[in-house]
């Protein structure tokens, strides 16, 4: 019987362990082969562990929508190795496209351009665009070249919980729902893709990332941002949840004039036995071993971030407290982050 990639969901999920920078191609292979029956596969990207399925097969894509419980209003990025293969699936591809791809691609950089009627409407979520990013990771586009196929990937977490980075986070929140993980280790880059829409006449960033918009804006000229909140318009970027990146744990944010009321707050929530964690610049003295010392450069600090937040909810956390990053762009993708995941 074909099953088309199914998974029964009795766990038996294949854990491929792969050269980050050799792919082998066996490997890669056994993981292609799975794409291309419409099954679903994790694998790295130089920003988090995607779950990739065939772009071109709707009944593949609505898996990965069941898989991470993702609501359908949510459009999911196409995975491709090239600007060839990009174009292939965009109406028009604007002049600014190849200004972008040749600074950026492969790299963090998602465009969303109009989409060719190519592309099925769940990929899209019924928008008239598509999103296209070239990822950096060797192995990632190994599985693109191998598979011969657009493949989609959100990140490879249940819908609104943290992304993951290593494949044991992926492992352990999807595991008995998806058919195979490639491993290449921790990514490197940490927090995802700069959504870019380039459909419009200006263009807008609908998702601050990896990239800030001070690296774009010299392309790109000022940068505009989707306007959050307004009931009656068409979501800019319906994956722009409010609560959104978070971890089990309540998240509490606190700047420099609030550091005494977070100490105070820690105290008062572990005499209730809570299990408070902490990540911050500067020890604050409440947490044990449980408060995390983070990087005060931005990418640094991107790369640490989701794999400290699951460490944290993996020693049972019920609080954690996070002193706020910097203003500027450069922090732009980390705040952004950090302010949807202590959203209530
Ligand atoms: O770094 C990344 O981008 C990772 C890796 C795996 O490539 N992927 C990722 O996918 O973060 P996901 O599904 O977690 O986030 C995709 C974002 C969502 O905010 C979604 O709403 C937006 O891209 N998006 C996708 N297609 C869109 C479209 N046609 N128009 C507007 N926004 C779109
Ligand atoms: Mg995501």
């Not at 898989?67 to 190795?81: E, Q, S, T």
């Not at 293969?85 to 972008?100: M, Y």
């Not at 598509?130 to 819908?159: F, M």
């Not at 699951?310 to 982050?337: K, M, S």
């Amino acid at each position: 019987m074909d099953r088309r990639g199914e998974h029964d969901g009795r766990g038996r999920m294949e854990r491929v362990e792969v050269d980050r920078e050799a792919p082998q191609p066996d490997r890669v292979e056994r993981a292609a082969a799975v794409i291309r029956r419409g099954g679903l596969v994790a694998f790295p990207t130089e920003t988090v562990y995607g779950l990739g399925a065939n772009a071109l097969d709707p009944a593949a894509v609505a898996r990965i929508f069941e898989a991470k419980g993702r609501p359908r209003y949510n459009p999911l990025i196409v995975h491709v190795d090239g600007v060839a293969a990009a174009r292939r699936l965009a109406l028009s591809w604007p002049p600014l496209a190849d200004v972008l791809a040749e600074a950026f691609w492969p790299g963090p950089l998602t465009m969303v351009l109009p989409r060719r009627p190519e592309v099925p409407e769940i990929v899209s979520a019924g928008l008239p665009t598509v999103a296209l990013r070239v990822p950096a990771h060797p192995v990632a586009l190994a599985l693109l070249r191998a598979a011969a196929l657009p493949i989609v990937a959100p990140s490879a977490n249940p819908s609104t919980a943290l992304s993951p980075t290593r494949a044991e986070h992926v492992v352990r929140a999807l595991g008995d729902r998806i058919d195979l993980v490639l491993d290449a280790g921790p990514t490197g880059v940490g927090i995802e893709s700069t959504v870019l829409d380039l459909s419009g006449e200006r263009p807008v960033l609908l998702r601050p990332g990896a990239l800030s918009a001070a690296d774009l804006e010299p392309l790109t000229g000022a940068l505009e941002r989707p306007v959050e909140g307004d009931e009656a318009a068409p979501r800019p970027s319906p994956g722009m949840l409010e609560r959104h990146y978070a971890p089990r744990a309540s998240l509490s944010l606190f700047g420099p004039e609030g550091r005494t009321a977070a100490v105070a707050r820690a105290r008062s929530a572990a005499g209730e036995g809570a299990v408070v964690g902490a990540l911050v610049f500067e020890p604050l003295g409440v947490a044990g071993d449980r408060e995390v010392l983070m990087p005060r450069d931005p990418a640094g600090y991107a790369r640490k971030l989701y794999a400290a937040l699951h460490g944290l909810d993996d020693r049972g956390c019920d609080l954690v407290l996070v002193e706020r990053v910097p203003d500027g762009t450069a922090w732009e993708g980390v705040r952004d982050r950090l302010q949807r995941a202590a959203q209530p």
